[in-house]
């Protein structure tokens, strides 16, 4: 989508979770960077996998069902988040 959009530039994303910067950036020098494509990740905060297991734990602490898009098909995505099914499709895939 970016190179349709003709950027290059670092970008932060969905709520902040992460900055990518593109590997022939050489303005940033943040060592500990993993990889993602042509971009460096500085991830903020933890992984979709480690959201997932705490919410799991706390599942279990508080004796409670809690659901997140990782639980749901796109049909239960869908009117909870107001859109059509493409959109809830790339709503789950998001870490």
């Known amino acids: 989508m970016l190179d349709k959009l003709g950027l290059s530039d ?9 900055i990518f ?16 494509d ?14 997932r297991a705490a919410l799991k734990a706390v599942q279990e602490e508080i004796s409670k069902i809690l659901r997140g898009f990782g639980d749901m098909d796109e049909s239960n ?8 099914k493409l959109a809830a499709r790339q709503a789950k895939a998001r870490e």
């Open 10 to 18: 670092p970008f932060i994303v969905e709520r902040g979770s992460g």
């Open 21 to 36: 910067i593109p590997q022939t950036d050489s303005n940033f020098h943040i060592s500990q960077l993993s990889t993602v």
């Open 38 to 51: 042509r971009y460096y990740l500085y991830q903020l905060g933890c992984s979709y996998t480690e959201a």
């Open 77 to 84: 995505i869908q009117p909870l988040i107001g859109a059509d």
